[in-house]
């Protein structure tokens, strides 16, 4: 008889840990298959806006108490150094990957959660009362909901043939970690041809620097350090990093051929969160955020279908309805921007733009971040203080 839970969550990344925990927290028996280990480093901005504060309180994890810093402020240069700055109202803060998965991991480890490390999903079929599982391990569980939270691209998106999956993309993302002094409490974006860069800090005064470019740029130059040294240096604040920071990584940390072409937030039944079902351009940043946010909404209407309010259908179509409604618009909005950089003509003109009407930066900013969905709750503020919604929010 194969293992038997109610979720099953694949990919153990920031959205499918948080929705462990809060799914554990509703006494809902969930596992988790991760295919890597903890900790470990990936290719992030690693910014995360306040918005998602009070729900990590709820899941039990304060990030802060790991060294997270406080942001408050931003930062976006030309190519010849020329800035433009805005402050973040709500605020953010900076933690990278390597810390924060592995605290969340071990989170659900305390509360006794299931994650079943360095173990892939290899395949699945669905019937009408639950989905089998096979795994890289040769193991079958079975789960009556499924949820995946594999990142960027993975291998359950050929699995299941997704449209997105198949298109050549000519993305590259690169990220270093540096001992460089910059103050701590502002993320910047730095602008060279083909790409941007950001940076910012992170726990124990540690400066971290990703950036995205196009693969066409790598192939042109040959390696990663010509590329870095005939695009990234034009920008003064990059080229001051790379030659006076101290490198921490032996190599850069890199991701290629993923796609911020539009993903469907359900797919076979299955609810997709964070980068699976979308992936927001680094250009506005806060695709953390976007995935904690992602596990609170799905967890929330997995406890009123658990709870017998709402049926497998309603679950599927409210997911995707509150999906859509609270992140289609960033992505759009990232989307759109992000034409505007990586050409010179068009870029300079972009950034002059933003010198002549420094107006249009926060506005930018505040239409790719959202509100506190804790403390709001998914269908009203008195959410969380009077259980679980009220039928008219059901017939919506």
């Not at 960033?330 to 733009?353: E, H, P, T």
Request: charged share 20%; aromatic share 12%; glycine share 8%.
């Amino acid at each position: 008889m194969p293992d038997q839970f109610q979720v099953g969550i694949i990919g153990g990344g920031l959205a499918g840990l948080c929705a462990a925990l809060h799914l554990n927290k509703l006494g809902i028996s969930c596992i988790v298959w991760e295919k890597g280990e903890y900790p470990r480093h990936k290719v992030c901005g690693e910014y995360v806006s306040n918005e998602t504060l009070h729900y990590l309180s709820y899941l039990g994890y304060d990030p802060f108490k790991d060294g997270a810093v406080n942001i408050d402020e931003f930062e976006i240069s030309h190519w010849n150094g020329n800035t433009t700055h805005a402050k973040l109202d709500q605020g953010a803060f900076g933690l990278s990957r390597y810390v924060f998965d592995h605290a969340l991991y071990q989170l659900a480890i305390k509360n006794n959660i299931t994650v079943h490390l360095q173990e892939n999903v290899t395949g699945f079929s669905k019937t009408e009362e639950h989905y089998e599982i096979k795994t890289s391990t040769n193991q079958t569980y079975q789960v009556q909901i499924l949820l995946s939270a594999h990142g960027k691209k993975s291998n359950i998106d050929r699995i299941m043939d997704r449209e997105f999956f198949q298109k050549d993309n000519d993305y590259l993302g690169v990220k270093y970690h540096f001992k460089y002094p910059i103050p701590s409490n502002l993320v910047a974006l730095h602008n060279f041809e083909t790409g941007y860069c950001g940076v910012s800090m992170v726990e124990n005064e540690i400066t971290n620097v990703c950036y995205l470019t196009s693969k066409s740029s790598l192939k042109k130059y040959g390696s990663i350090e010509e590329l870095e040294s005939h695009l990234l240096w034009t920008n003064p604040f990059l080229k001051d990093i790379f030659t006076n920071g101290e490198k921490l990584f032996d190599e850069p940390k890199t991701i290629s051929d993923f796609s911020f072409k539009p993903k469907k937030p359900v797919e076979d039944g299955i609810l997709m969160l964070g980068d699976a079902a979308g992936l927001i351009t680094p250009l506005c940043g806060n695709g953390m955020a976007m995935a904690i946010h992602a596990a609170f909404i799905a967890s929330t209407l997995l406890e009123a279908y658990f709870n017998k309010k709402i049926s497998a259908e309603e679950l599927r179509h409210k997911y995707a309805e509150e999906w859509k409604n609270n992140f289609q618009s960033r992505l759009d909005v990232g989307y759109n921007v992000q034409k505007l950089f990586g050409k010179k003509s068009i870029s300079s003109v972009a950034l002059k733009s933003l010198q002549v009407a420094p107006f249009v930066l926060p506005a930018i900013i505040k239409k790719t971040h959202g509100k506190d969905f804790f403390t709001k709750g998914l269908p009203g503020k008195d959410f969380f203080t009077k259980g679980l919604p009220g039928k008219d929010f059901f017939k919506q």
